[in-house]
Structure formats: structure tokens, C-alpha cells
Nanobody, 124 residues
Framework: QVQLVESGGGLVQAGGSLRLSCAAS????????MGWFRQAPGKEREVVAV????????YYADSVKGRFTISRDNAKNTVFLPMNSLKPEDTAVYSC?????????????????WGQGTQVTVSP
């Protein structure tokens, strides 16, 4: 199993930046595909970005391409999400998630482990 703890959320003005981190417990972090998802009030959870086991493959939602970058450090059991040029529509609770296997997927139902989430609020 793996336990996930997010950090780095907060309040920022539009155009600003934040860097989310997700620290994982356990010694098999490199066995998990990692994803960032978000959920805004009244909306369904949606994928933000996903990264493969060694970081060679990534997936981004169209809405964040060119602004967000997912990366991972397997030696430190951590996945990162620097977010630039933030927009008010990026406001949501951001959660990291982990899934066993090699498939890079945007489907949240395939992720078996979730962090508690961190709030990101972007003011106009």
C-alpha cells in the first residue's frame, strides 16, 4: 500500500504560480503511476496530469497544457506539480493519486490510492 500527502496549495492571484507536492510512504513508489486530479465545487473530479513509473511519459488535460508540469523523484518518493499562469477556473481541491501497473490513464476510477487533497484558490 501507499499513503499520499499533498502540500503546496493556497490562495494566489490570477497569473500567479503555485507548486504542489505529493509525498508517498512506502518503498515501492516507483511501482505506481501517479496522477493529479482536481474537483471544483459542484463539478466532477477531473484529471490534471499523469506521469508514468519513471517519468518518461506524461499526460495533461488540455486546460492545463503549457501551464502545469508534472514530474516525480522516485528517490524521494515525491511527485510535483508546478502550476504557472493560474486562472480563476483552476480553483479546486487538488488530489494526488496512485495506481499500480504501467498504464498512464486519466480515469480516476483506476486509481486505488488517494491523498486528502489540498485547496488551490485563484482570485481574479
Amino acid at each position: 500500500q501507499v499513503q499520499l500527502v499533498e502540500s503546496g496549495g493556497g490562495l494566489v492571484q490570477a497569473g500567479g504560480s503555485l507548486r504542489l507536492s505529493c509525498a508517498a510512504s512506502g518503498r515501492t513508489f516507483s511501482s505506481y503511476v501517479m496522477g493529479w486530479f482536481r474537483q471544483a465545487p459542484g463539478k466532477e473530479r477531473e484529471v490534471v496530469a499523469v506521469i508514468s513509473l519513471r517519468g518518461s511519459r506524461t499526460y495533461y488535460a488540455d486546460s492545463v497544457k503549457g501551464r502545469f508540469t508534472i514530474s516525480r523523484d522516485n528517490a524521494k518518493n515525491t511527485v510535483f506539480l508546478p502550476m504557472n499562469s493560474l486562472k480563476p477556473e483552476d480553483t479546486a481541491v487538488y488530489s494526488c493519486a496512485a495506481k499500480l501497473g504501467v498504464e498512464v490513464t486519466a480515469n480516476p476510477d483506476e486509481y486505488g490510492y488517494w491523498g486528502q487533497g489540498t485547496q488551490v484558490t485563484v482570485s481574479p
